[in-house]
């Protein structure tokens, strides 16, 4: 069984960083893409950002230059660097994960982190 936990949100002021991480555990053989989305309540959810295993990111328009997407595949771990936060980036902070086990490849994600920005 595979569980992605994350971990790393808050409350910050509007210009502060943040820094979340979620560790990928279980029955692991590989690791395809590893992404994180945001949903804030009554809308749908969006891609913040993702990595694919041989390092090519995308990243949504409205945190280009402020998020950073990176991992450390020896711990199974992706990272998202939050900085010039803005109260519009408040939301609820999904990790997504493409990973490979003995059944096969699937989707998976985290139970979610709140990430609130105050102005």
């Known amino acids: 069984q595979v569980q992605l936990v994350e971990s790393g949100g808050g409350l910050v002021q509007a210009g502060g960083s943040l820094r979340l991480s979620c560790v990928a555990s279980?029955?692991?053989?590989?690791?395809?893409?590893m992404a994180w989305y945001r949903q804030v309540l009554g809308k749908q959810r969006e891609l913040v950002a993702s990595?694919?295993?041989?390092?090519?990111?995308n990243y949504a328009d409205s945190v280009k230059g402020r998020f950073t997407i990176a991992r450390d595949n020896a711990k199974n771990t992706v990272y998202l660097q939050m900085n010039s936060l803005k109260p519009e980036d408040t939301a609820v902070y999904y990790c997504?994960?493409?990973?490979?086990?003995?059944?096969?490849?699937?989707?998976?994600w985290g139970q979610g982190t709140q990430v609130t920005v105050s102005s």
């Open positions: 997504n994960a493409d990973i490979r086990t003995h059944r096969g490849s699937s989707d998976y």
């Open positions: 279980g029955s692991i053989f590989s690791i395809n893409a």
């Open positions: 990595l694919t295993s041989i390092g090519r990111t």
